[in-house]
């Protein structure tokens, strides 16, 4: 059973970062494109951004340039570096772990950016 740990969110002001970090165990991390969504009271689930088994990431245009997304292989870990922060960004983050045909999720971190 795969299993998805965040850690890292918090409450913070706007301009500061935040680090989420995501552990995976119960399958071969390095095969998995690995990501993190976000969602907002009241909105849509959004995908912040990805990275793939090859190092190949994705962002949301809205992050470009503040966030970085990583991965650690050894460690079975995925990262999500948040710079700049805004109160826009105020969501509960999910990292999810990609395989063909299912999707895992962890139970999600809150970040809250005041202004």
């Known amino acids: 059973q795969v299993q998805l740990v965040e850690s890292g969110g918090g409450s913070v002001q706007a301009g500061d970062s935040l680090t989420l970090s995501c552990v995976q165990s119960?399958?071969?991390?390095?095969?998995?494109?690995m990501g993190w969504y976000r969602q907002a009271p009241g909105e849509q689930r959004q995908l912040v951004a990805n990275?793939?088994?090859?190092?190949?990431?994705y962002y949301k245009d809205s992050v470009k340039g503040r966030f970085t997304i990583s991965r650690d292989n050894t460690k079975n870990t995925v990262f999500l570096q948040m710079n700049s922060l805004k109160p826009e960004d105020t969501a509960v983050y999910l990292c999810?772990?990609?395989?063909?045909?299912?999707?895992?999720w962890g139970q999600g971190t809150q970040v809250t950016v005041s202004s």
């Open positions: 999810y772990s990609r395989y063909p045909g299912i999707d895992y």
């Open positions: 119960g399958r071969d991390f390095r095969t998995a494109a």
């Open positions: 990275i793939l088994s090859d190092g190949g990431t």
